[in-house]
């Protein structure tokens, strides 16, 4: 059964993607975000859960609420491409908050824009923006793609956060898990199809404190996984590429730095924390690259 905010219309202009490992109501800011949106665009809000748990309220009966008990992230994005029947199809997660006009300008973005996939800008939730730590989380996760830096290029995959793109992106509607955040992200780049857009803008409210070096050891070992897939001469080419890895990584990562992107400006504390997330990721590159990416996916 499907149901958007305006039932009677059988297909919504936008779909909106919000996969959650977390039982509600830890969601429920995020929901009630995309509920406030100030559009007259019809869309429909794919809230696809994980958790296993069960609810202790009801969700809104304007929300497609779709469980998947024990599923990670990355098998509930692609659930929720599937599922999705709007001609835009765009990605949130569980702990961002969109703006209320955060749909109407993906629209109108894409009315605009001929590219097929669009990456919109983000900005730390001041919640975030705290601690050291959590700020060197955002920085790292977000480094080109805050509201002063929006730069998508060969160094770096778009995180999957605040993207959207036309339905005919996905040609049979089915993406397998793990295919949208990294290859199919990878061909949409190569062959020209992704683009950004500057005035989409949403705030990431993530507070891992101590946590966020085990997080981004998991983020870097499930990219490192991907490595394993890659032709041979691929793969000897990112081998040899390895003892420079954290140079590049950071490189990428201190202009947003030194810009306050994360919240504040800059601090030894920023650096410290900032230089232990690149260790953390490298080491879950190469950990990834040797031994797969095991259970790693489900931490993020």
């Not at 300008?105 to 975030?128: C, K």
């Not at 700020?135 to 002063?148: K, M, V, W």
């Not at 990431?204 to 070992?221: D, F, K």
């Amino acid at each position: 059964m499907s149901i958007s905010l305006e039932p009677a219309v059988p297909t919504p202009a936008v779909s909106i993607v919000l996969p959650t490992v977390h039982p509600w109501p830890a969601v429920a800011a995020a929901v009630d975000a995309l509920l406030n949106q100030e559009t007259d665009c019809v869309f429909e809000i794919l809230l696809l859960d994980g958790s296993g748990a069960a609810l202790s309220e009801s969700p809104d009966p304007r929300v497609r609420w779709l469980e998947f008990p024990g599923s990670d992230s990355f098998a509930l994005r692609a659930a929720g491409i599937a599922a999705a029947r709007g001609r835009i199809v765009a990605i949130t997660e569980d702990h961002c908050i969109t703006p209320p006009t955060w749909v109407g300008t993906i629209v109108a973005a894409h009315e605009a824009e001929q590219t097929l996939v669009l990456v919109g800008a983000t900005m730390n939730h001041p919640d975030s923006a705290a601690t050291a730590i959590d700020r060197a989380n955002f920085l790292l996760t977000f480094a080109g793609q805050t509201r002063s830096r929006l730069r998508i290029n060969r160094q770096r995959l778009p995180v999957p956060t605040n993207i959207s793109f036309k339905r005919e992106a996905v040609r049979d509607g089915v993406l397998p898990p793990g295919t949208f955040e990294y290859a199919w992200l990878a061909q949409m780049r190569e062959s020209g199809a992704l683009g950004v857009a500057n005035t989409v803008v949403l705030q990431h409210r993530q507070c891992w404190g101590s946590a966020a070096p085990s997080v981004h050891w998991a983020s870097g070992r499930s990219y490192g996984a991907t490595v394993r897939e890659w032709p041979w001469k691929d793969r000897v080419a990112w081998w040899l590429r390895v003892p420079l890895l954290p140079f590049r990584i950071g490189a990428f990562v201190l202009p947003d730095l030194l810009d306050g992107a994360g919240g504040v400006p800059a601090t030894p504390a920023d650096l410290f924390s900032v230089g232990l997330l690149i260790a953390a990721n490298v080491c879950g590159q190469v950990h990834g690259a040797i031994c797969g990416a095991g259970a790693s996916r489900k931490r993020l």
